[in-house]
């Protein structure tokens, strides 16, 4: 009785309000960006970047790593691969929280959207991370931790909607077939 009472008032103040999604925007100006060919997975000199360049440039971007391979940075040298565009203006939403498949779809409905009017990206990237120490992963696995608790898949999708895959989990995980 009272006591569940006192639970319930209790999660709905402090616990409900905490799985409410939060979401940021920031836009990035004059972004260096690889040159991508939806068609092309493996990339060509001077003309395309592979899947794999892609996945590490965006993990330099999501991060705000700076991509103008300086010497003096403590932090990085990476760089952009080639080759690649310079973008004026480029648009970040960052979506926290507790997000269900449906709502994912759903995004990604809208994102496709994106490429009606206007028509000034030739792709964009859907990313969802799962939280490192998750106890789930893919399958009938435990998601082990071990090292970083790799968990996330990124969807890469061009304008004539041909689309990138990619997954990442850590070594003692199992990957959806």
Known sequence: GAEGSTLMSYFSKNQI???KPKI??????DLQCPVLQSNDLQGKPEESCSTEELFEWLGAV???VSLDN???SFLSTYCC???????????LCTITGFIIPEKIIHLLEQLCCYFG???LAS?????????????VSWRESEHGFHKGGENLYNFVIFRNLDYWLQMAVGAHDDCPP
């Not at 940021?24 to 100006?29: P, Q």
């Not at 792709?123 to 106890?135: E, I, K």
């Open 62 to 64: 999501l991060n705000q």
């Open 17 to 19: 309000q905490a799985l």
């Open 24 to 29: 940021t925007f920031s836009t990035l100006r």
């Open 117 to 119: 009017e206007p028509k």
């Open 123 to 135: 792709w964009l990237t859907l990313t969802v991370h799962g939280f490192a120490d998750s106890p």
């Open 81 to 91: 691969p080639e080759p690649n565009t310079v973008v004026e203006k480029a648009f």
């Open 70 to 72: 300086k010497s003096s």
